[in-house]
């Protein structure tokens, strides 16, 4: 048994025909989508510059390791000095001295928090640097090849994505050759 459409349910199905005609129409007219992801962290600790800035933080921070290092063996020498002279010194000389090794600590330790903090401002301002020259080399490789998304592969929550879509390696590529011409 056959069913016919009465009048208004056949408009209703001619309109949503027409609609979905046109809408195949327009999407067949834009290009495709072009997506991408970068692992902006392997970019960064695998690219010319990024490990030229790792090396200079490491040194800044071998540098004042050598002073903080300094400073603990002269502490551990007074304290040493102390022990062997303590039945010599009189209580005010020996309480002096161990009010004075106090202090040395308390500055040691306020000196090794400033540097902590002045290494990991240092690093950080280095690493935003490289960001912000990283993503315009991105925006500018995004434009040239087309595309209409890239995303960062740690930040975004990429849980997967296919490898043709990994752009990290061109762009690593891309960042080095770049970095040496300047």
Request: glycine share 4%.
């Amino acid at each position: 048994m056959v069913r016919v459409m009465s009048g208004w349910r056949w408009w209703l199905f001619c309109v949503a025909a027409a609609w979905a005609l046109m809408a195949c129409e327009s999407w067949a007219a834009d290009p495709p989508s072009r997506l991408g992801f970068v692992d902006l962290q392997a970019v960064l600790t695998q690219s010319k510059e990024g490990q030229a800035a790792m090396n200079t933080v490491k040194a800044e921070a071998a540098e004042k390791q050598k002073e903080i290092g300094a400073k603990e063996a002269e502490i551990k020498q007074m304290d040493a000095d102390l022990q062997k002279q303590a039945s010599a010194l009189s209580e005010t000389a020996k309480k002096d001295r161990e009010e004075e090794i106090r202090r040395k600590l308390r500055d040691l330790k306020r000196i090794t928090e400033d540097v902590n903090r002045d290494l990991a401002k240092r690093e950080s301002e280095l690493v935003n640097d490289l960001l912000k020259d990283l993503t315009v080399l991105i925006r500018d490789y995004g434009k040239e090849k087309g595309y209409t998304l890239i995303v960062e592969k740690g930040q975004s929550g990429v849980i997967y994505g296919n490898d043709a879509a990994d752009l990290t390696k061109e762009i690593l590529e891309r960042y080095n050759t770049r970095r040496s011409k300047k």
